[in-house]
């Protein structure tokens, strides 16, 4: 198993920017996908950022992209999110979310709702952007 515990959270006001991590401990891999995903009340699950631990590619959902920046520590089995410019459609519940990948697997388009692929995931930390 792998227990994925998120930090970071917090309100912040529009324009802002937020500092995001997740600490990883239990069994570790050596291939593996760790990301963040959120969800705001009364909407579905979505996307934000993946990265592989592999080759280190990353995946952005396109209402983030070029404002948050995915990060990891292999070494220490911890990832990063760098959110900037932050606006009130931010403001929702993160989770990080860990999947362990099986050899060969390119791109990303396992990465599907409703649980993007994931095996392993944290309880999530708010993140409240004041407009």
């Known amino acids: 198993q792998v227990h994925l515990v998120e930090s970071g959270g917090g309100l912040v006001q529009a324009g802002g920017s937020l500092r995001l991590s997740c600490a990883a401990s239990g069994r570790t891999f050596s291939n593996y996908a760790i990301g963040w995903f959120r969800q705001a009340p009364g909407k579905e699950r979505e996307g934000v950022s993946c990265?592989?631990?592999?080759?280190?590619?990353?995946y952005y959902g396109d209402s983030v992209k070029g404002r948050f920046t995915i990060s990891s520590d292999s070494a220490k089995f911890t990832a990063y999110l760098e959110m900037n410019t932050l606006q009130a459609e931010d403001t929702a519940v993160y989770s990080c979310?860990?999947?362990?990948?099986?050899?060969?697997?390119?791109?990303?388009?396992?990465?599907?709702?409703?649980?993007?692929?994931?095996?392993?995931w944290g309880k999530g930390t708010l993140v409240t952007v004041s407009s």
């Open positions: 990265i592989k631990s592999r080759d280190g590619s990353t």
């Open positions: 979310a860990a999947a362990v990948l099986p050899h060969g697997l390119t791109g990303w388009d396992w990465l599907r709702p409703p649980k993007y692929g994931m095996d392993f």
